[in-house]
């Protein structure tokens, strides 16, 4: 099997930047039982230089080897442009999914979209009806441009398994086909359809969660944001994981020179960012309503977990923006991993600040569940 001009960006949970031209997946791969996440047997990164090499001193050393064979791939591809964006839907926009579980159910199901808009595709992970279990709307990573959904239902199903609960994942719409305005409808219409529908899905719709990674931390956001604004569906707590959240980081706001030297880097960042808004980033003209960071109000948002490495570049944003929560009289836990890069736990998820990273965010998933069960 070959994927064809397509992008592991972030489509492993809004991870790194790689590209997958032309890279055959395995035998091995296509048949054995999975791990958690697609391990992928790849064509040789591009040589690093020794100026390469000396990037990957502000990672930690178990996630070195992972950061290296990213930042190879990320020479051979190149900056990402509008061209090689489009250019990668025809290859599906992300790599294999992995094998899904036969013991927890998946359906897939199309929905109304906004008003004047496509119906939008959801993915269905552990329903059970007659039960009245924690749910959780999850949206996936990819810079706002690149990712589906579907890359992610195997380790959705496991985080349902592990948590009882019942998860929906949006096929949201992308930039720059479509921007802010149409991809958060489109979320928002797939929370609208999980809270409608509770009684078949099994779901206690007084504990609704939000999560993602990346972008999708970044809409998990927005999606709170909208709910409260909107009075119409409440939420118990979001999880945000490495979220995309401010258009000035790398651009208007420069980042420090041992920061994001792996994954998401600052050009991806501002393209990211200029096709999802539809205009220019970091200008004052910038509308609130599109940025998490320049929502200008956090009270009344729901209990909040944010976890974020050391050098991703992110790392600032995500740390302001728990600051801000906690102002806003927001309970917030903040994890930030030392030497971490973007996307780290899913290019080294064996290595110990992985494990430690998964854990941290189940454990504030299962304590915000039990909470809201009482």
């Known amino acids: 099997m070959k994927v064809r001009e397509s992008i592991l960006a972030t489509a492993m949970s809004g991870a790194a930047l790689l590209a997958l031209i032309n890279a055959p997946v395995s035998a091995q791969t296509q048949t054995q039982k999975p791990p958690p996440l697609p391990r992928l047997s790849l064509a040789a990164p591009a040589p690093l230089t020794v100026a390469d090499e000396a990037k990957l001193l502000p990672i930690a050393p178990e996630l070195r080897a992972s950061a290296r064979m990213a930042m190879g791939f990320s020479k051979m591809m190149g900056t990402i442009d509008e061209a090689m964006v489009l250019k990668s839907r025809k290859g599906g926009g992300g790599p294999p999914a992995p094998e899904r579980l036969a013991d927890v159910p998946v359906q897939e199901q199309m ?3 906004p008003a004047g808009a496509p119906q939008v595709k ?5 329903a059970k009806a007659g039960t009245s279990r924690p749910g959780i709307l ?9 990712g ?6 195997r380790r959705l199903q496991e985080l349902a398994r592990e948590l009882d609960a019942i998860i929906v ?13 149409g991809s958060i409808e489109d979320n928002y ?32 956001a927005l999606l709170a944001i909208t709910a409260r604004d909107r009075g119409e569906i409440p939420i118990l707590f979001q999880a945000l994981v490495y979220p995309m959240l401010d258009d000035r980081t790398g651009g208007a706001v420069q980042v420090p020179a041992h920061i994001a030297t792996v994954g998401w880097r600052a050009p991806e960042n501002q393209y990211g960012w200029r096709a999802f808004l539809g205009q220019a980033p970091g200008t004052t003209s910038v509308p609130a309503r599109a940025v998490p960071a320049r ?11 944010i976890q974020v490495g050391g050098v991703d570049l992110f790392v600032s944003e995500d740390i302001d923006y728990a600051r801000r929560l906690n ?8 994890q930030v991993i030392p030497g971490a890069y973007h996307g780290f736990d899913q290019l080294a998820p064996d290595s110990p600040q992985a494990k430690q990273f998964r854990q941290a965010k189940g454990e504030a998933l299962r304590r915000a569940f039990a909470r809201g069960a009482k």
């Open 111 to 113: 929905i109304p979209g």
């Open 122 to 126: 959801l993915f269905i992970i552990n």
């Open 138 to 146: 999850h949206t996936h990573g990819g810079g706002y441009i690149l």
């Open 148 to 153: 589906t959904a579907a890359t992610d239902v």
């Open 169 to 181: 994942s949006v096929e949201y719409r992308l930039a720059p086909e479509t921007t802010y305005k």
């Open 189 to 220: 219409a797939g929370l609208r359809w999980m809270y409608d529908h509770a009684a078949q899905l099994g779901l206690d719709r007084s504990r609704i969660a939000l999560t993602g990674e990346s972008a999708g931390g970044g809409h998990a």
């Open 295 to 305: 929502t200008p109000n956090l009270a009344g948002l729901p209990p909040t977990f």
């Open 327 to 334: 102002e806003a009289g927001v309970p917030t836990e903040l």
